[in-house]
């Protein structure tokens, strides 16, 4: 990508994916990316386990009641956590790590997309992180915030339509839209 604005402009929520694997290069380069996110006073609170086994993906995708069946497809998984003991802002902490996740994966050609697991239920109203903890064996100290799958793009999307961003969401005494 040459520019940021470009990057946000492309980047959209992909759940469909080839079948070719993500190279330990690439999930190199998307976790120093992940582990580079800014938080709270330097605390870092986030951690992340990431997850190639095509069974445990699939326990994945059914660990909350909508929106994750398409995880199914993905070749790699990312779970986003982090430990509230370290910060009480943990769930920024997470998002912030999370996005940045999004964004190396669109700069290096991938697609990605999140699936919000802090909050969710399964079909049965089992939390899901207490179903994600269960399938990866996490600590329960820990809180998931989300999986982000990623993969190759199996899918074309449009970049963002400029002409219907919401301006009247913006309140400037100095700007005018």
């Known amino acids: 990508m040459e520019n940021f604005s470009e990057l946000v402009k492309v980047r959209r929520s992909m759940r469909k994916f080839t079948d070719e694997k993500i190279t330990a290069e690439e999930q190199r380069q998307l976790m120093r990316a992940a582990l580079m996110a800014p938080s709270s006073k330097g605390l870092h609170s986030y951690e992340f386990v990431v997850v ?32 509230p003991a370290v910060s009480d802002v943990w769930i920024e902490d997470a998002s912030v790590a999370a996005t940045m996740l999004l964004c190396q994966a669109e700069d290096m050609g991938l697609g990605a997309c999140w699936v919000q697991i802090r909050e969710r239920v399964d079909e049965q109203g089992v939390n899901a992180e207490d179903n994600v903890r269960r399938i990866l064996n996490i600590d329960p100290s820990k809180r998931i915030l989300c999986i982000v799958a990623v993969g190759h793009k199996g899918m074309e999307r449009k970049p963002q339509n400029e002409e219907r961003l919401a301006w009247d969401k913006v309140h400037s005494q100095t700007l005018i839209f």
């Open 52 to 83: 190639e086994d095509g069974h445990q993906i699939a326990e994945l995708a059914a660990s909350k009641d909508r929106g994750a069946e398409f995880l199914t497809g993905a070749p790699l998984a990312i779970v986003v956590m982090a430990d």
